[in-house]
């Protein structure tokens, strides 16, 4: 399984993106990691594509294209993060992502719960799972299989009420979509739990067995 990771960004930059691409070559093996968006002109070469904490216009138009003809021939996307503040002004990557991120307070622990225990990326998962993120509130809530719910009353400055998705799926668009907005730290790629989240749901786009793994 070859996947592509791309982290290019015209605005915000985490700190965090050096620790993401190890980890990704860690889990997925054979990757290629890139901040040429001429790279996703060659995404038939590829089982995925990783959106890293993207920030801002970071696609060509040829990039775009080739973005949107790969998904909607069954390949592979995973969002991570600010993946969800990046082509404001493209609809089709809206769809694909799922939700626009909109604003976020400081960086401070909370209590995730997990929605839905089916789905491979948090079968692992604890019911009530506390860890310190960005937590991202979103424009729209994803028309998507809610994975992870952030639970509001743990931390301050939450803006979407009890209905606050933080990871979710689709596969509305020809391949499979999974986005989740955690990973904003450099702690959290160390965090065996977050890493398990992230392997598996790798796994879940390019539409590998994960059970039992």
């Known amino acids: 399984m070859t996947v592509l990771v791309f982290s290019r960004t015209t605005g915000f930059r985490h700190a965090s993106i050096p620790a993401g691409i190890e980890t990704f070559q860690q889990l997925a093996g054979d990757v290629e990691a890139t901040e040429d968006p001429a790279a996703l002109e060659r995404l038939d070469e590829f089982a995925a594509v990783v959106f890293l904490n993207t920030n801002g216009e970071v696609l060509t138009g040829a990039g775009r294209a080739a973005l949107e003809r790969f998904v909607r021939g069954g390949g592979g996307f995973l969002g991570v993060h600010s993946a969800a503040a990046t082509e404001y002004d ?71 009420g009890a209905d606050h998705p933080v990871a979710w799926c ?44």
């Open 90 to 160: 493209w609809p089709f990557y809206g769809e694909l992502v799922g939700a626009w991120f909109d604003r976020h307070p400081a960086v401070q622990p909370a209590t995730i719960t997990v929605s839905d225990p089916d789905h491979p990326a948090t079968d692992h998962l604890p019911t009530a799972w506390a860890r310190v993120d960005e937590w991202y509130d979103f424009r729209s809530r994803p028309d998507a299989r809610v994975l992870l719910r952030v639970d509001e009353s743990t931390y301050e400055g939450g803006g979407m």
């Open 170 to 213: 689709h596969e509305r668009l020809g391949g499979r979509s999974f986005y989740t907005a955690l990973g904003h730290t450099i702690e959290s790629y160390a965090e065996p739990a977050f890493r398990r989240h992230l392997s598996k749901a790798l796994r879940w786009v390019t539409n590998i067995s994960t059970h039992g793994h």
